[in-house]
Each structure stands twice: as C-alpha cells, then as structure tokens.
C-alpha cells in the first residue's frame, strides 16, 4: 500500500474506531454541549462525516458539492447508515496504487467562502488526514469530559496494526 491510500486507510480506521466508542455512549452524551467548534459529539462526527462526503464528491470530480436534503442525521443509527457507505466509497476510490495519480489535480469550491481551489491529490488526501485527526481530538476530549477513556487513534497504532497483518 501506499503512503497515500495508507494515510486514507488511518483515516477510516481512526473514524471508524471513534465512531463504534461514541455509538456505545447513551443518547443524551452523545447530544451533551460540551464546546468546541462543534460543540457536541453528534455535531462533531456530523461534520467528520459532511467531510468524508465532501472529499468524496470533490475527488470524483464534482467541484461544487452540496449535502443531500434527506439526510437523517438526528441519531447515532442514521448517522452510521449514511457514513459507512461513505468511508466504503472512498477505500474503493483508492484501493488502486495511487502513485501515478499524486499530481492529477482537484478542482473544488470551498462551501464557506466560495472560493475556486484547485490543489494536487497529494494534498487534498494530507488534508483529509490531518483534518480528521484534529475533530478525533476533539471527540477525545469530549470522551473524557463524559468521564470516559477514549479509544486510541494513533497512526502508530494504525501502523502497528497493519504490520501484524502482513
């Protein structure tokens, strides 16, 4: 695999670790105001979750992408029946080795500003990583305000992880 597809493998692997400890959380945790920039942890993985789809669609070569209006995001339940299709879609786009596709460019338009970029893959996938790694580090701090131990995200662990299966 490479560095790339592996950052986009963590990616997943670290959403998908965080995502299994919040669903075990009860309801009102889960919609608890704890601050941050997404003050709640549905407000957070909502928004890990609005990325995803995003980069999705931006990597497929829609620049302007807009969140679908059906989307139940009300619960833990109807948040995972639309992000786990997500996270398959984006392992499947970058299953292939992505080395000869590093410099191809994306095109997007930034929903907040309005703003035309258009970036190398290389870039956009760095992003995404560090990206999810900062709203995980919010979520494990909201973890352990709820009096919690947060799971361990670590691209080390990761690593480690995928070492043992080789």
Do not use: C
Request: charged share 20%.
């Amino acid at each position: 695999m490479d560095r790339y597809s592996s950052l986009i493998a963590y990616h997943n692997w670290a959403n998908r670790n965080t995502f299994d400890q919040v669903k075990s959380l009860s309801t009102s945790e889960f919609e608890q105001h704890l601050g941050g920039s997404f003050p709640s942890l549905k407000l957070t993985i909502t928004h890990l979750l609005i990325s995803d789809w995003m980069w999705l669609n931006r990597w497929q070569g829609n620049s302007k992408v807009t969140i679908p209006a059906d989307w139940d995001t009300s619960t833990v339940g109807s948040i995972e029946a639309i992000w786990r299709p997500i996270q398959e879609k984006i392992e499947h786009y970058f299953q292939a080795d992505l080395t000869a596709r590093l410099e191809e460019t994306v095109t997007f338009i930034a929903v907040s500003t309005g703003d035309t970029y258009t970036v190398p893959l290389w870039q956009t996938i760095n992003h995404v990583a560090n990206h999810g790694t900062y709203h995980r580090g919010q979520i494990t701090n909201m973890v352990r305000m709820l009096g919690y131990q947060p799971v361990k995200t670590d691209l080390f662990i990761f690593y480690n992880e995928e070492n043992k299966r080789e």
